[in-house]
């Protein structure tokens, strides 16, 4: 795998697990405005692997709003735990 693929790579799997919806709109934007947007893109068989194996192919994906709902929820289930104790 050469530099570009390797950083590539990473990018990717950086950018899976980002949840932010502002910074991914703004990322977006930045990707969009790229001169060499248009270029297609081969992704590595382990690239696509991973992308298999992710929620985005489930469709099992939330927004940012569900995700900080779930979070709270279990932060006071957490709360309730060690008050108890």
Do not use: C, H
């Not at 950018?15 to 790229?34: H, Q, S, W, Y």
């Not at 001169?35 to 985005?56: F, G, M, N, R």
């Amino acid at each position: 795998m050469n530099s570009t693929d390797f950083l590539r790579s990473q990018v990717i799997s950086k950018l899976l697990a980002v949840r932010d919806e502002k910074f991914l709109l703004a990322l977006g934007e930045l990707l969009d405005n790229n001169p060499v947007a248009d270029e297609l893109i081969k992704l590595t068989d382990d690239q696509i692997q991973v992308l298999k194996l992710s929620d985005i192919e489930y469709n099992r994906i939330m927004s940012q709003e569900q995700l900080d709902e779930e979070d709270l929820q279990w932060l006071e289930g957490t709360k309730l735990i060690f008050e108890n104790q």
